[in-house]
Structures are given as C-alpha cells and as structure tokens.
C-alpha cells in the first residue's frame, strides 16, 4: 500500500504503433487495471500513443472515470473486428482518383459533392474507422476528466508531410506548455478525430489528413524519440507496451540462396517503423539516468532520473497468423502470398496488416497473460519508493532532457 506522504508517482503510459499488433497493448491495460489495488491505484494520468496506439490512447483517455471497464469495452471492440470495418479496397476507383487527382490541385482527398471528403493518394480507404473513432470516442468527456483530475494529458503523435517533422498534439492543463526540438515539436490542443486518423495514416496504404492547412501521415514515421511525449507531460516513471518480441524470440526463418521477397522486406520494414524507435529511445534514456545517478542528481535541477518498465510479448505475434490466415480477404492473401522465392511465409507483414477479431483477441489474451505473469514485477515498479533504483525524484514539471 502506498506509504502517508508518499504521493503515487505520475505514471506515464506508452502506447506505440503496431498496426494489428497494437491488439497487445489492449491486453496489457485489461490486466493493469486488475492489478491495481484501490488503496495504490496509480491510475495512469499520462496517455501517449502513436498510430494504432493513438487510438488505444484516446479511447482510455475518454473513460478514465472507469478505467477497468473502458479496457474490457476496449478488448470487446478489437475482438470484433473484421478488415472490411477497418478499411476497405476498390483497386480501379483508387487508380481512377489518383490519377485524376494529378489534375486537381485539391490536396489529400477530394470533394465528392456530398459534402464529404474521399481519400486520395492511398491503396486503401480507412472511412470505415473514422465511424468506429467518431461513435467509440467520448471527446467531451476528455475534457472533463483533465479539469476533474482523473487525467494529466493524453498524446497523439502524427508526422507533418509539410514540415517534414514529428508532430505531437496534446490535450492537457494550460501550465503545460508546447516544445520545439530537432525535428520534433508538441502542440497543445483540442483532440479530434483528424488527429487519431492523421497518426494512423500509414503512407501510401492509407491517406494524409489535413490539419490546420498541413498535410499529417502515420506518426511513427519520423519518431525517433517516442518517450518523449509523456515525460514532456510530466510523467515520473514510464510503462512502456511494446509490440515486438524480445530479441531472440522472434520467428526465425532459415537462409535462403534467393534474394528476400518483396514481402519478407515489407515485414522488415513494418518491424523498424514501429518497434525500433522505441528500444532506441530506451538506450538512450538509460544513458541520461546512468549519468545523473553518477552525477548523484537529486532532482533539484531540470534533469532527474526516470524509471522505465518495459512489457512485451513473449510471443512473436507472427507466430500467432498462421490459424487466422483464412480470415484475410481474397485479394489481401493474394498480396502477401509465399512464393517460391519467399524467405518467410509473410507472417511478420500480415501480423500488422490481419485486423480480424480472432488474431486480435489471440493477441489480447497474451498481453493479460504476460502481465499478470509479471505482476509483482509491475506493483514493484508502481509503488512509490520502490520503483527501479529508488523512489521517484522530485523536480519540476520537465523530467528530462527531452
């Protein structure tokens, strides 16, 4: 139990990109918020989340005056999901519409008369999830649990296609101002749907959206530094839900005298927009901390030690495909189909792509497993004085060099 005086620290939680995979983080929150015990109750106060975890984030953030139940409504939604209600595929109209819109300088999606806005620029239309983030979201009552002190501030990341740089909108208290950094900036806001669709723009697969006149894109494009977020937020210590298994346990496939196929090298590529940026960051966040305990910092200036908790599966969700692959729609099996020359099966690109409620749930059980296996682990690192090298350091409102 948290000991008199001895505030529960500002938990910061954070939930990267992942596409299909992002199923995980769900199973994690199921967990976490049966772990925690009413008198400890370190509810997260900090949401930040980039692509698919946007819009995890958000949909927390709009419930957090019942957290336990927003994530069995959470785990119930991505249960229920089939591709055609993520996204949905008509090869020649969108041939027909990128080309035309070379001739229409009407910027990233175009006028279809009804007052709505068609996708243009994409292989993919995601409208269908823009009516799931609409009816799910609560937006209003993000507002209200900020104001009531449920919620310190939510994060969503995007990429500016403009600016060429990372751009992070955030709702929060006004004492928590923007930041401008190398290529990086936050950007106090109102959140709308635009931003959780401007972070899930996955390039060319789904399209821009436009905000405020600048063009957005997926926001693990450009994130090199996906903690920083929360920490600018005010976060103490970070609990991070990563979607890719330790290094190790991943799927292996054996050498081939062929070059890799297109699919192989999609899934590679998949692995390193939305897994890598985070054990980056993590390297060098454990850095800052070795110096500062060095340097016997006590959080009395602008940098001060932040403890880190880090769960992954302990599966690779590639591994998880195979028994669901009959779900895909023709043309998707036809897309990532083996061939002779194919180093993998297609597995690790699929595992981002297979939006079916069968995977998703197979995904959320292993993330209620993996953490309720390392539950004293996590109420360990949750209790203040007790968390990783000490109790949480007390500084102001900007935590690190971030």
């Known amino acids: 139990?948290?000991?008199?005086?001895?505030?529960?620290?500002?938990?910061?939680?954070?939930?990267?990109?992942?596409?299909?995979?992002?199923?995980?983080?769900?199973?994690?929150?199921?967990?976490?918020?049966?772990?925690?015990?009413?008198?400890?109750?370190?509810?997260?106060?900090?949401?930040?989340?980039?692509?698919?975890?946007?819009?995890?984030?958000?949909?927390?953030?709009?419930?957090?005056?019942?957290?336990?139940?927003?994530?069995?409504?959470?785990?119930?939604?991505?249960?229920?999901?089939?591709?055609?209600?993520?996204?949905?595929?008509?090869?020649?109209?969108?041939?027909?519409?990128?080309?035309?819109?070379?001739?229409?300088?009407?910027?990233?999606?175009?006028?279809?008369?009804?007052?709505?806005?068609?996708?243009?620029?994409?292989?993919?239309?995601?409208?269908?999830?823009?009516?799931?983030?609409?009816?799910?979201?609560?937006?209003?009552?993000?507002?209200?649990?900020?104001?009531?002190?449920?919620?310190?501030?939510?994060?969503i990341t995007a990429t500016s296609y403009t600016d060429n740089r990372t751009v992070t909108f955030f709702q929060a208290p006004e004492k928590i101002e923007g930041w401008t950094r190398v290529r990086r900036m936050g950007v106090p806001t109102r959140l709308t749907t635009d931003h959780i669709m401007a972070s899930i723009g996955l390039p060319i697969l789904f399209p821009s959206v436009r905000i405020a006149g600048r063009d957005y894109g997926d926001g693990s494009l450009l994130h090199l530094t996906p903690l920083a977020p929360a920490l600018h937020l005010g976060a103490d210590r970070l609990l991070i839900v990563a979607v890719h298994a330790p290094l190790g346990q991943t799927t292996a496939f054996l050498p081939s005298p062929e070059p890799p196929s297109w699919v192989t090298i999609g899934g590679f590529l998949f692995d390193a927009l939305f897994v890598d940026g985070i054990y980056l960051d993590l390297e060098r966040l454990e850095r800052i901390n070795t110096t500062l305990r060095r340097l016997d910092v006590q959080g009395t200036g602008p940098f001060r030690p932040v403890e880190t908790l880090v769960l992954s599966p302990s599966k690779d969700p590639a591994s998880l495909v195979a028994r669901h692959r009959d779900r895909f729609s023709r043309w998707l099996r036809w897309l990532v189909r083996e061939t002779a020359s194919s180093r993998s099966?297609?597995?690790?690109?699929?595992?981002?792509?297979?939006?079916?409620?069968?995977?998703?749930?197979?995904?959320?059980?292993?993330?209620?497993?993996?953490?309720?296996?390392?539950?004293?682990?996590?109420?360990?690192?949750?209790?203040?004085?007790?968390?990783?090298?000490g109790p949480p350091r007390r500084g102001p409102s900007r935590p690190n060099p971030v």
């Open 1 to 155: 139990m948290t000991a008199v005086g001895n505030p529960p620290p500002r938990l910061g939680i954070v939930l990267p990109g992942g596409g299909a995979r992002a199923a995980y983080e769900v199973g994690v929150m199921r967990a976490l918020t049966e772990l925690w015990p009413p008198g400890l109750h370190p509810q997260p106060g900090i949401l930040a989340g980039t692509s698919a975890g946007a819009l995890n984030a958000i949909f927390l953030a709009s419930r957090m005056d019942d957290l336990g139940r927003a994530a069995r409504e959470l785990a119930k939604l991505w249960s229920s999901l089939t591709v055609d209600v993520v996204y949905t595929h008509h090869w020649l109209e969108s041939w027909r519409r990128n080309w035309l819109s070379r001739r229409k300088p009407e910027g990233p999606s175009a006028d279809t008369g009804d007052g709505s806005r068609r996708p243009v620029g994409a292989l993919l239309d995601n409208t269908p999830l823009r009516h799931i983030v609409d009816t799910q979201v609560d937006w209003p009552a993000i507002g209200r649990h900020i104001e009531e002190g449920r919620l310190t501030g939510v994060a």
């Open 345 to 389: 099966p297609g597995y690790t690109l699929e595992s981002y792509l297979l939006f079916d409620g069968g995977y998703c749930r197979d995904l959320i059980e292993l993330g209620y497993a993996d953490t309720l296996a390392r539950a004293d682990e996590i109420l360990r690192f949750l209790e203040p004085g007790a968390g990783g090298e």
